[in-house]
């Protein structure tokens, strides 16, 4: 399956952009518009599990704003179609009122969500009182086929409370698919991180366009499928989102491609100062995936040549310190150096050169700032959770937590394009101004021994080719995700490794088809 482009925008910039909208149409257009989205996204899955939607039992969890506005309205679409529709109402002096009136129309039922304790609703999230849930509620929710959470969306902030907790742990205990409006309620739109209980949802169906709590984990992961649904905005929204995700295509426009007087030279020179003793595999496995890189030749310097020459024998290698290596366009540091001293002076003596080096694994111990801002020509800082913690002198479960903002310190205080690996890769470029870049193409199976070194010599083959640090670690990490897919399962570096000329060519491929003026997949035909 192709991956798409995905743009995200903050809540800021989309209520901005919704304003800018309703102000030229016809009060209610726009949430005539999501609901209608809403409901056939809701169809759908009935269709899908049960059928069809007419005696199917839907339950809304409906929260004060314009989400229970929607989910409401939504209801009242799949009530006419013969839906059984009871509203769980977590806010009822501030339940929409065009909403409600509409379900009610449409032969919906009402309950109100909390207990007589907490019968006082909270329009943020759900009752502020102390009693768990009503009898009612949790009748409603435990027959349901289908439950909408309208509770928050993206205008709230934190974790569920008690009620709205408790029924939506009621679902989840039952398997029962949620369909969030919006936004997963409980998650935090703009960073993606989850502070306290959330819905998990089956599908997501969101408005003009993404935001980028669903591109980014931990928030991702409570998202499950995500559909837009297209309601008018994209002429009020700004052209550089908050967070983007590259689809496909524009990931293999970027790829570099050999003209008619390229040669090895032309093409780049990836030098790749990696391995050790210790760790020779590491040297080995960045090389290999420098030489799938796209760049003309690499270049080894280190310790584990001859194991490097053994398994690639188009390596050119040097035993010595990277200087001696001969000339490159840019440079892979860290990989299996290990921590003895020597290691510090070959990621100092690659640091001093003047051209682009990606510092990866063991090269990003004991990095200083002010070294890398000055230096002349751009850098790229690979780290997993637990390093970019190192980095920023705070913990890993931080820095998984709040992903957006670790990766966007770190590209500010390096004044480095920093890819932040791990279950959702983030990519930020140096000074982490600008859209942060995320990649879809990831898999579970690439938390496998090695595979950050093959990442790294990639990527920083790709910047030897010439690519912008911005676009070669996007690259990188497209091509990779997509090589762990396509892996022989399980998946060990060496096999995603040897991927990744597959992976290359399935990128390319409809860009050849295109200018042949074919189909891919198709044959030729006959002239």
Request: one cysteine or more; hydrophobic letters at 45%; a positive charge.
């Amino acid at each position: 399956m192709r991956t798409a482009h995905r743009a995200a925008h903050r809540v800021d910039t989309v209520r901005s952009a919704e304003r800018a909208l309703m102000a030229r149409l016809p009060e209610g257009t726009l949430m005539a518009r999501a609901a209608a989205g809403l409901a056939a996204a809701c169809a759908g899955l009935l269709g899908r599990r049960q059928g069809g939607v007419y005696g199917a039992r839907v339950v809304l969890l409906v929260g004060a704003g314009d989400n229970g506005g929607d989910a409401l309205f939504a209801g009242a679409r799949l009530a006419r179609r013969g839906a059984g529709v009871t509203a769980v109402l977590l806010a009822p002096d501030r339940a929409h009122a065009g909403g409600s009136a509409a379900l009610r129309a449409a032969g919906g039922r009402f309950v109100t969500a909390a207990g007589a304790a907490g019968a006082s609703g909270d329009a943020a999230s759900s009752s502020a009182g102390t009693a768990g849930a009503s009898a009612e509620a949790v009748e409603a929710v435990d027959r349901a086929d289908l439950a909408l959470d309208g509770i928050t969306g993206l205008g709230g902030s934190g974790g569920l409370r008690p009620v709205a907790a408790e029924l939506v742990a009621r679902l989840a205990a039952r398997r029962v698919p949620v369909v969030a409006v919006d936004l997963p309620s409980g998650v935090e739109a703009d960073t993606g991180e989850v502070r306290g209980p959330a819905v998990r949802a089956a599908l997501t169906v969101t408005f003009g366009t993404h935001k980028p709590g669903l591109l980014v984990d931990p928030a991702r992961e409570h998202a499950g499928e995500v559909r837009l649904v297209d309601i008018g905005l994209a002429p009020y929204l700004p052209d550089e989102p908050a967070v983007e995700a590259l689809g496909d295509a524009r990931v293999a426009a970027l790829l570099p491609v050999p003209g008619a007087e390229s040669d090895k030279y032309r093409r780049g020179v990836v030098g790749v100062a990696a391995g050790s003793a210790r760790y020779p595999g590491a040297a080995v496995l960045a090389v290999g995936g420098a030489l799938r890189g796209g760049a003309g030749a690499v270049r080894y310097a280190g310790a584990s040549a001859g194991a490097v020459i053994a398994r690639y024998p188009e390596t050119l290698v040097s035993e010595g310190p990277p200087h001696q290596a001969g000339r490159v366009q840019a440079w892979v540091v860290g990989p299996g150096l290990s921590t003895e001293p020597a290691a510090a002076e070959t990621v100092s003596e690659v640091l001093d050169a003047e051209v682009p080096v990606l510092v990866d694994a063991d090269g990003l111990r004991g990095l200083d700032p002010d070294r890398l801002r000055a230096r002349p020509a751009p850098t790229v800082l690979t780290p997993h959770a637990g390093e970019a913690a190192a980095l920023l002198g705070t913990s890993r479960e931080r820095v998984e937590s709040a992903r957006l903002a670790a990766v966007r310190e770190l590209a500010e205080r390096y004044a480095a394009t920093v890819l932040l690996k791990g279950s959702t890769t983030l990519i930020a470029a140096a000074g982490g101004a600008g859209p942060v870049r995320v990649n879809l193409t990831g898999t579970g199976w690439l938390a496998t021994a090695g595979s950050g070194d093959v990442l790294a010599g990639l990527t920083g083959a790709l910047l030897a080719t010439g690519l912008d640090p911005l676009d070669a670690a996007t690259a990188g990490a497209h091509l990779h995700g997509l090589a762990g897919r396509l892996a022989p399962t399980p998946a060990t570096a060496s096999t995603v490794c040897e991927a990744l000329a597959t992976a290359w060519d399935r990128l390319r491929r409809p860009l050849r088809a295109a200018a042949q003026g074919t189909t891919p997949g198709r044959p030729t035909p006959r002239r």
